[in-house]
């Protein structure tokens, strides 16, 4: 929420949560509706009608492609992630049916999460700025990320508004925030293809894919109070401390004075007490699954605006919890 700060009369503060209760029920994504997910052909089936009705035309030639690349076996290629997600559970809906029945579980859960967020957006002007989005290969954890800030910040009293590409290729911003008094705070999402499930990242790493952002977002950040937010996938805390520390050496040495903070998120998706059967987990019906997008915020010292972020509550784990209902199923793919 925007508050006056001590800075002066005139400076105000963003109150955004350092990590978002994802999943369902969450207390932040007030628009999704509480419910539990059963691991069986039909949920499969529910969010695979979804991606076909919403994004069926965009997304079949990045299916034919990634196709293409398994026949071919081409290592480098690199699969449009909502397309990767529709073959994933498209498979779930073979191996349901062995003995013993298995289903991809991370694909549905993932999958279910991103349809969550489109429909709390798809009712309004924001959907203009959604499926373009998604045409680029690397776009669906940008997307994904942009929502959940989205959602966050506005669920915290802010008012925010999408984007988007512009028709003239002029370089803008993601996001802006409107403060009470006025003020504008552009936001600029980058999701780089290195930040998906990383294990571990060197400070010469992290220096790489933070300068490299950074160069990405010139022209579209700075001219005016800006954030940086920095997104991944499944990246562990170890990886996301490196990164916040790289970036706030990082702004040290920059000394821009509109950059408010660079902020680096991931979502990830944890299991409670996994039962494991070598590298699968065993689904019951008391098992329980944990979505949580962690921040890490690296602040400015150098930065002159009138709009701050609370630095209070940085690095607390929330978490939101759904029960996965179901007989035994086990999960192929971890990730």
Known sequence: ??????????????????AVLLGYGSPIFRKIKARKMSVNT?????????IEETFGSMLSKHIDSYHLSLKHNNDNYIPHRLAYLYCRLQNSLITLKQDPPSGDVPALIEAAFFRDLVEIFNKGPAWRVIEPELKGSNSFVHLM???????????????????????DEKKI????????????VDIEIKAPQKLLALNEITNEKALIIIEKAWKHARGQIGKRASMLVIGGL?????????LEDVANTFLVKKKNKNILSITITSITMLFEDPILEGEKIK??????????????????PSYEGVVFLHESERKNDFFSNSNLVSTEFQIKNRV
């Open 173 to 184: 911003a993601d996001m802006n925030l409107f403060t009470i008094s006025g003020d504008r």
């Open 234 to 242: 499944y990246l562990p805390n170890k990886v996301l401390n490196t």
């Open 145 to 167: 990320t942009m929502l959940a800030y989205t959602s966050l910040l506005r669920g915290n009293g802010n008012r925010v508004t999408l984007v988007g590409s512009n028709k």
């Open 42 to 50: 039909a949920s499969f089936k529910e969010i695979i009608r979804f």
């Open 283 to 300: 689904i019951t019906s008391s098992t329980k699954t944990r979505s949580q997008l962690s921040f890490r915020y690296a602040i400015n």
């Open 1 to 18: 929420m925007i508050n006056s700060s001590s800075h002066g009369q005139n400076q105000y503060t963003i109150k955004p949560i350092p």
